[in-house]
C-alpha cells in the first residue's frame, strides 16, 4: 500500500477509535476527572485534531484506481437520492431525541411517540451521516474516498449499535421501551410521518449545500450538474 494511503488509513482509524473511547469507555472518568465542561472540551479538541489529520492525510493521498467510473452519471443519480434522504434524517435528529444529553431524557424515551425521522430510525442523525459518506463512495470509488467516508460509516452506524448499549445501561427500562417502538434499520414506511415542512427545509438545504460544492470543492453536485 501507498505510504499515503496508510497515512490516511491510520489518521481514519485513530479519528475513529478515539470517539469511541473517548465516549464510551472513558467518559465517566474524564468527567469525574474534569468536570462535564473539560470533558467536552477535551473530546473536542480531539475530535478537531484527530478529524483534522484525517482530512489533511485524504488530501495528500493519491487518487485512484477507481473500481468503476468516478462521477457516472448513475452515481450522481443514486448520490442525490441517498444524500437528500441523508439531509432529511440528520435535521429531523435535531428535535425530541431521547438519546441527546437530558436530565429529561427517561421521561422522554419512556413518553414518546415515535415521530419524523425518529420514525424512520431511532438514530436518525448516525444514519444520516452513514448514509451521506456512502453516497460518496458510490461517487468516487477510490481507495482514499474509502478509508475517509468509511471512517464516517463505522463510526455512525457502530456508535449507534454502542449508543443503544450505554443508553440501555443508563435509562433502563424507558430506553428499552423506545428500542421496542422504534426500529435501528431504517424503515421507509416511516417517512411518511415526517411533515411536509420538515421535506420542503430538507430539500431547500440540499438545494443550498449541492450548489455550494462547486465554489467549495470545484465539482457541480446534485441537480446543478445538468442545470449549470
Do not use: C
Not at 477535551?42 to 482530512?55: D, I, P, R
Not at 425521522?117 to 436518525?124: D, E, I, L
Not at 416511516?190 to 430538507?202: F, K, N, T, Y
Amino acid at each position: 500500500m501507498d505510504l499515503r494511503l496508510s497515512f490516511l488509513l491510520s489518521a481514519a482509524i485513530v479519528f475513529v477509535g478515539t470517539h469511541i473511547i473517548l465516549t464510551h469507555q472513558l467518559r465517566k472518568p474524564l468527567i469525574s476527572l474534569l468536570g462535564q465542561a473539560g470533558f467536552i472540551a477535551a473530546y473536542s479538541l480531539v475530535a478537531f485534531v484527530t478529524l483534522g489529520w484525517t482530512v489533511y492525510a485524504f488530501a495528500a493521498a493519491p487518487r485512484g484506481p477507481y473500481a468503476w467510473p468516478a462521477y457516472a452519471d448513475w452515481a450522481w443519480i443514486a448520490a442525490m437520492v441517498i444524500s437528500f434522504f441523508a439531509l432529511l434524517l440528520l435535521i429531523g435528529s435535531f428535535a425530541g431525541n431521547p438519546a441527546a444529553p437530558s436530565p429529561k431524557a427517561a421521561e422522554l424515551a419512556a413518553s414518546k411517540e415515535p415521530t419524523g425521522a425518529f420514525a424512520v430510525t431511532r438514530h436518525p442523525m448516525m444514519w444520516g451521516i452513514s448514509l451521506w459518506a456512502f453516497s460518496h463512495i458510490l461517487l468516487v470509488p477510490e481507495p482514499r474516498t474509502l478509508f475517509l467516508m468509511g471512517a464516517f460509516i463505522v463510526l455512525g452506524l457502530g456508535g449507534s449499535a454502542m449508543q443503544d448499549r450505554k443508553k440501555q445501561g443508563q435509562l433502563g427500562d424507558a430506553w428499552t421501551g423506545w428500542q421496542a417502538r422504534t426500529s435501528f434499520i431504517p424503515k421507509l414506511s416511516g417517512l411518511a410521518r415526517i411533515s411536509p415542512v420538515m421535506w420542503l427545509g430538507a430539500l431547500a438545504l440540499w438545494l443550498g449545500i449541492s450548489w455550494l460544492h462547486l465554489p467549495l470543492g470545484g465539482v457541480a453536485a446534485g441537480v446543478w450538474r445538468w442545470l449549470g
